[in-house]
């Protein structure tokens, strides 16, 4: 291990650095070595590490505080109720860990975990300490998982509300402390400077210089040791793991002028505390004006946890009404909402009705009435009605906590350009620290003057700015993502962000895409095989997902007849027995296929209906043609100026169906884009994507998120267009939830934006530092100026990110 030996009369615990006293200690043999622990707890977690072989956890710990594990008793699963999400082979919740104390704790906390029969995935952040698990309930369960992790030392706790917001808020107000204490001693401490640079010009008595020199190293010293302890403290990790960082730097910087001066003191030569207070003040200020933007620019969270009530009023079979949280509701409980409050869980509404405010998941103002059976979500509210409501999930499964999930994960996943800066920053430090050391050699061989020597080098090592490359990608990719939300465009991680701003080719959806997805009967043909055919056919597509098929059952609005035996093909049709006979509703292809014969007469007529942009639904009795329905779905009213502003940015255009070819030529005529394959299955429709892709396209497709899903996930980037559901935030990229189509357009363009912001702020970071450095190293910058420009040039990257929220 490379952590330091305990004092004389003192050991340290092996496993978790706490200092005890000999007669206390636990002595153990381990692999014919003797350790040292504090405590039972430490040697059985200690045991349970080396047998599970994961021992390189000692060597990789960094950022380790001594303490003996948080340990605690065994974890109750039942404040983890609601919190589970998924469902058949594959479960998953988010925990939060407290005990976690360096980035070692990550990789112990996953290699344990995956070690485990039935634990599918672990991802632990370091920066919030929170852990997502997914697992196979089938192999083991959540009570295993929560034992396993509290049995290495770490304590898992449910997520609660606002967490991450409070993490950057805690770590902004501990900034703004350290910063008022350095600003405070720094202003004092310059008057004593000013003094003493006015005294090397003009002379001053020795018993005033040494005076004014004690007091300015007393101002200097809280600034130093309190408000520059975060930088001391990660330098000192860097050095033990030897991985140096921006904090080593600045520490170097300051503690060279501050322990210089106090030498000075006693050998009589000039002080320069103000070097290494301002150093800390400055860089300070930076730190705390880029936790507020990314507290900031993280508040989407926030804004939407806001809209989750805590209780919900749940109606008993006896009548009885009582005031429950959220997180003790089942599914199938009846729950009731009165006018202005959020509705807690989503569900369907078995009695009463209102017009509820559903503008946070789909953008539009207006007001949506919710009558028995309609579908209402967590999060939106009733305005003029009570509202009885069947629940049909747990708080973990609504569609405003999908939300939160992904927009959770597109702030934690990372855009490949990042890897640009990332890779950099490996070297950047150490090339620092040798162009310092070359700096303080150079100067004092050719000049003699230690003094001048050594400020140019700590000028060398503060003006270097690793942070401005660090800042330039994720802040501009959180900011962009979170003003895209605030427009209704859900966008996954800033991987996607950046394959959406490489687009060249977009590929759209026909049937509820580009068009209104709501069919109209603009014919209906009986060929006289029973009495009352639309009745039949409605009946039969009374259980149909498809357009189509809702348009012509909505069109019936006497009682339906019962069915048995009902089969459905996507995309081509469905069949089911009424009143002993069965009965097909369906494409050409799909009648032919159960061995019914079209007359060329018949077919004739269909495509004619074909040829004015309808699509035809063709309706058999046993093995004989009954009928025929033509429908026509036109292009909604947005698709055009759509359509007209992604060929003003050079975009490539094709819209891919799986209707007739006559329809494909209305839509093509109306709409003016010439690339349409009709006739298409969902597999078909992937595998032209794929082909486009080998063909060097960057491909786009917008879908329904549902029968569009192979397509979805073919394509580089996949567009789900107003429709939060849960499907669709799976298979899709981009959720947009307004339903909107310009939106596509908007998507495409603060994406660009985006990306031209981080490349300029990536610009501006290697060139800042391929100027400064060198003045720096020739000896025209004091360290002063050196720390204000280092702040100033990460304070640049962030006031350019910020722009983006305008966009």
């Known amino acids: 291990m490379s952590d330091s030996g305990p004092a004389a009369d003192t050991i340290r615990c092996a496993h978790c ?5 000999p007669g206390s200690a636990i002595t153990a043999t381990i692999d014919g070595e003797e350790k040292q622990f504090c405590c039972h707890g430490c040697l059985g977690i200690y045991e349970l590490i080396r047998k599970n072989s994961l021992d390189a956890f000692y060597s990789k710990r960094c950022d380790w505080q001594p303490g003996p594990p948080e340990t605690g008793a065994r974890i109750s699963t039942a404040s983890f109720d609601g919190t589970v999400t998924g469902s058949g082979e594959e479960l998953h919740i988010e925990l939060v860990l407290a005990g976690i104390r360096c980035a070692s704790c990550i990789w112990l906390i996953e290699k344990y975990l995956m070690k485990f029969e039935g634990i599918l995935s672990v991802r632990v952040n370091y920066a919030t300490h929170r852990a997502a698990v997914s697992w196979n309930p089938q192999k083991t369960g959540l009570e295993t998982i929560l034992e396993a992790v509290r049995s290495i030392g770490y304590i898992p706790h449910p997520c609660r509300p606002g967490g991450d917001a409070d993490i950057v808020a805690r770590e902004k107000q501990d900034i703004l402390l350290r910063f008022g204490t350095a600003s405070f001693f720094s202003m ?4 004593f400077s000013a003094a003493l640079y006015a005294g090397f010009f003009q002379g001053m008595e020795t018993r005033y210089k040494f005076a004014f020199q004690l ?4 101002l200097a010293t809280p600034v130093v040791f309190y408000s520059g302890l975060p930088f001391l403290a990660g330098a000192w990790r860097s050095i033990r793991t030897g991985s140096p960082n921006m904090d080593l730097l600045v520490a170097l910087g300051s503690l060279s002028a501050y322990c210089y001066s106090v030498a000075m003191i006693v050998f009589g030569g000039e002080v320069y505390f103000d070097t290494a207070a301002m150093i800390i003040t400055f860089i300070l200020l930076g730190r705390f004006l880029e936790a507020g933007s990314r507290l900031k620019a993280g508040n989407a969270i926030n804004e939407l946890l806001e809209l989750q009530p805590r209780e919900a009023l749940v109606v008993r079979a006896t009548g009885e009404r009582i005031l429950l949280p959220v997180s003790e509701v089942q599914p199938g409980d009846r729950i009731e909402v009165i006018p202005g409050d959020r509705i807690p869980l989503d569900g369907k509404v078995v009695d009463g009705e209102a017009e509820v405010n559903e503008s946070m998941l789909t953008g539009e103002s207006n007001a949506v009435l919710k009558t028995p059976g309609s579908k209402v979500f967590a999060g939106t509210f009733p305005l003029n009605g009570r509202l009885g409501i069947k629940v049909e999930g747990n708080a973990a499964e609504t569609v405003l ?3 939160i999930r992904t927009v959770r994960e597109a702030q934690s996943r990372r855009a490949p350009i990042q890897g640009v800066a990332d890779r950099t920053a490996g070297y950047f430090i150490p090339a620092t620290i040798a162009l310092a050391v070359m700096t303080f050699t150079w100067w004092k061989f050719t000049s003699g003057n230690t003094v001048a020597a050594l400020m140019n080098a700590v000028s060398v090592l503060v003006i270097a700015c690793p942070c401005a490359l660090g800042l330039a990608t994720p802040l501009a990719i959180l900011v962009g993502t979170t003003a895209a939300g605030k427009k209704g465009i859900l966008v996954k991680g800033g991987d996607v962000f950046e394959k959406v701003s490489q687009t060249t080719h977009v590929v759209l959806d026909k049937t509820g895409t580009i068009t209104e997805g709501k069919p109209s009967i603009t014919d209906l043909v009986d060929f006289g095989t029973t009495e009352r055919f639309l009745r039949h056919i409605a009946s039969l597509e009374a259980s149909s997902e498809h357009p189509a098929g809702r348009a ?5 609005n006497e009682d339906l007849l019962e069915h048995t035996r009902f089969r459905a093909v996507p995309g081509k049709g469905v069949s089911a027995v009424i009143d002993g006979e069965t009965w097909s509703a369906g494409s050409k292809e799909f009648i032919t296929s159960q061995g019914i014969t079209v007359t060329e007469k018949l077919a004739e007529k269909a495509d004619a209906f074909e040829t004015e942009g309808k699509t035809v639904v063709w309706a058999a009795r046993g093995k004989t043609p009954a009928g025929m329905v033509g429908l026509i779905d036109d292009l909604r009213r947005d698709a055009l100026p759509m359509i007209e502003a992604l060929r003003r940015r050079k975009l490539r255009l094709s819209i ?10 209305y839509i093509s005529s109306k709409c003016g884009i010439s690339d349409v394959q009709y006739r298409l299955e969902p597999a078909e429709k992937a595998e032209i994507i794929e ?4 063909g060097g396209a960057c491909v786009l497709m917008v879908g329904d998120g549902i029968n569009d899903a192979p397509a979805l996930t073919a394509a580089d980037t996949g567009v789900t267009l107003g429709n939060a559901t849960g499907i669709a935030l799976e298979c899709a990229d981009v959720a947009i939830l307004k339903n909107d189509l310009t939106l596509l357009d908007t998507l495409i363009d603060s994406s660009r934006k985006c990306f031209s912001v981080i490349r300029q702020n990536l610009f501006w970071a290697f060139s800042y530092n391929l100027i400064a450095l060198p003045l720096a190293m020739l000896g025209l910058l004091h ?4 720390s204000f420009f280092m702040a100033a040039s990460s304070l640049i990257v962030v006031g350019n990110s910020l722009r983006l929220r305008k966009t």
């Open 17 to 21: 650095l706490q200092e005890t006293g």
């Open 691 to 694: 082909r486009m892709k080998k």
């Open 215 to 218: 007091i300015s190293c007393a």
């Open 552 to 556: 012509i059952a909505a069109s019936w």
């Open 783 to 786: 360290p002063i100026m050196s």
């Open 401 to 403: 906590a999908g939300i």
């Open 188 to 191: 004092q401490l310059m008057l």
């Open 656 to 665: 891919l169906t799986g209707d007739n070819g006559g329809v494909a030529a």
